[in-house]
């Protein structure tokens, strides 16, 4: 990183190293932020797929029952949207922060099976 900032600066396509830095820094910030957002819309996806119902409706719907969706089908999602190079395999915990952003929290279901329940 440090060759590609002083490349810029010597050959003037940045104005000084300052601003090399903070065009970097913008840069990464701007693509660590689509990468989260694609992600959600790959947990999204498959939430609306496994319970039937669009996200506008998830809170009406657990105001009745509870919702509750499989790692499985989260993993599932994922591995499909990673083999069609939607997005890059991302971490577990980008997964679970993603997860937890929309309402979901790690929880036991009645059967003791783990699963992530929407929680409005």
Excluded: C
């Excluded at 060759?3 to 601003?19: M, P, Q």
């Excluded at 932020?33 to 669009?54: N, P, T």
């Amino acid at each position: 990183m440090r060759d590609l900032l002083a490349t810029g600066v010597v050959t003037g396509v940045f104005e000084s190293i300052e601003s090399a830095i903070e065009e970097a820094a913008e840069w990464l910030d701007t693509a660590t932020k689509k990468r989260v957002q694609v992600l959600d819309s790959v947990i999204i996806e498959a939430v609306e797929k496994y319970i039937g119902k669009k996200r506008s409706e998830w809170a009406m719907v657990a105001a009745v029952v509870d919702i509750h969706i499989p790692p499985k089908a989260i993993k599932n999602a994922i591995d499909e949207a990673v083999a069609d190079g939607i997005i890059e395999g991302p971490k577990l915990t980008a997964t679970q922060e993603s997860l937890t952003s929309l309402g979901f929290r790690p929880f036991r279901d009645n059967s003791g099976t783990f699963v992530y329940r929407f929680i409005p």
